[in-house]
């Protein structure tokens, strides 16, 4: 990796930040790009290591400014990049507030006297080198998803609760609602491919009127002629529709299979927007 | 180095070197002043300088060097006063841990 390299993926990965951010970081590292020299650009890259980890630096400590903290929460850590995000994210000013005498507690600098600190400062726990795994994360991690779990325990006795009480209707209508919106589903199928099968046999149709003509054409010319018109017509129209309905086909049957898909994850979705 | 450094101290060591200049230092002197001192890896002190800088400790300007521009960092008068506190609380701090490791035996 060179340093245009490093600078571009950097760039790329600092896309989801205010764009002054992102100008000032890529700032600040070109200039330290230019002030190592190029005699040592491999060496500083090398140390700077991945530029993921460079960017989740960055974005760390800008914590809410990226303004979706609750993604985060939804989707349970595995990202890395969304860890780093998610520890300053309770280290944030205003928020730090809420969590900061407890937070002293578990902070493993908390016999410190930080009292005479500005508040802004005392917020703040073991940031340097790749310490954000520590305990200060695991902490502050827990205080935030505290209310959602409470709420979501709820959530889950009552469904089993529902579907305990409900089963003997509950499980015959899903059934019979499933079977109906996978009926409904093979029939708009099956209407689209009747437009093709309809489309083609037109066409079809029309060869065979033309062969008839020219066949006829020797004992009777004007019903020959007429009849090859008829055929020549008959096999534009069937081609052409056969062209527009596989078109319609291509275009109506994604739309109809997502359409379906939606319908079946319809009742969970709503739940999780609740 | 056994013990980590916390950001209040990396805030402080920050300071005390940039304050170190009159007319201000920039991104890669400040990164290798302070690693004379401690570990630090190259990445960690964007992040401190940005916050500095957003909580008025530091301000920057750009200024010519070799036909382009280089970002300098300056300490501001609210960033003396944070550095003149860190200080304080730093030596308190300091000669409590020395009698703390040192005056242990007198107890």
Same mark, same amino acid.
């Not at chain 1, 928020?95 to 900061?100: F, I, L, Q, S, V």
């Given at each position: 990796m060179n340093r245009i390299e490093f600078m571009t993926e950097l760039a790329a990965l600092l896309q989801d930040v205010p764009q002054e951010e992102r100008r000032d970081a890529m700032k600040y590292y070109n200039d330290y790009f230019d002030d190592a020299g190029e005699e040592n650009e491999q060496q500083v890259i090398a140390e700077l290591g991945d530029p993921a980890k460079v960017a989740a630096t960055i974005k760390a400590d800008l914590g809410s400014f990226t303004g979706e903290q609750?993604?985060? %929460?939804?989707?349970?850590?595995?990202?890395?990049?969304?860890?780093?995000?998610?520890?300053?994210?309770?280290? $944030? /000013?205003?928020?730090?507030?809420?969590?900061?005498?407890?937070?002293? $507690?578990?902070?493993?600098?908390?016999? /410190?006297?930080?009292?005479? /600190?500005?508040?802004?400062d005392s917020q703040r726990s073991e940031y340097t080198g790749n310490h954000y795994q520590d305990g200060g994360y695991a902490y502050e991690n827990s205080s935030e998803q505290t209310p959602p779990k409470t709420n979501h325990l709820l959530k889950i006795c009552l469904i089993i609760l529902l579907i305990i009480v409900g089963a003997p209707i509950i499980i015959p209508v899903a059934i019979a609602a499933a079977a109906v919106v996978f009926a409904a589903g093979v029939?708009?199928?099956?209407?689209?491919? %009747?437009?093709?099968?309809?489309?083609?046999?037109?066409?079809?149709?029309?060869?065979?009127?033309?062969?008839?003509?020219?066949?006829?054409?020797?004992?009777?010319?004007?019903v020959g002629l007429a009849l090859i018109g008829t055929g020549l017509i008959l096999t534009a129209v069937g081609i052409v529709a056969t062209v527009a309905s596989v078109r319609l086909c291509v275009i109506v049957l994604p739309g109809i299979c997502r359409g379906f898909i939606w319908l079946c994850r319809w009742p969970f979705q709503r739940k999780a927007v609740a | 180095m056994v013990f980590n450094t916390g950001a209040a101290l990396l805030d402080a060591i920050v300071l005390a070197v940039v304050s170190r200049e009159r007319e201000g230092t920039y991104g890669y002197k400040i990164t290798q002043d302070v690693r004379k001192t401690i570990e630090v890896s190259e990445s960690t002190l964007y992040p401190v300088l940005r916050r500095l800088q957003k909580d008025e400790c530091l301000e920057v300007?750009?200024?010519?060097?070799?036909?382009? +521009?280089?970002?300098?960092?300056?300490? !501001?008068?609210?960033?003396?006063?944070?550095?003149?506190?860190?200080? !304080?609380?730093?030596?308190?701090?300091?000669?409590?841990? +020395?009698?703390?490791?040192?005056?242990?035996i007198s107890v």
């Open positions: 609750g993604e985060y %929460t939804e989707k349970g850590y595995q990202d890395s990049r969304f860890e780093n995000k998610e520890m300053p994210a309770g280290r $944030d /000013y205003q928020e730090g507030y809420h969590y900061g005498g407890s937070y002293q $507690d578990s902070s493993r600098d908390g016999g /410190y006297d930080r009292g005479s /600190y500005q508040s802004s029939a708009l199928f099956a209407v689209f491919f %009747t437009l093709v099968i309809a489309s083609v046999a037109v066409a079809f149709a029309g060869v065979c009127v033309f062969i008839a003509g020219l066949v006829s054409l020797i004992p009777e010319i004007a | 300007y750009d200024r010519q060097i070799d036909g382009r +521009n280089r970002r300098y960092y300056k300490v !501001t008068v609210k960033g003396t006063a944070q550095l003149d506190l860190y200080r !304080t609380e730093w030596k308190s701090y300091s000669i409590k841990i +020395n009698e703390l490791f040192e005056g242990g």
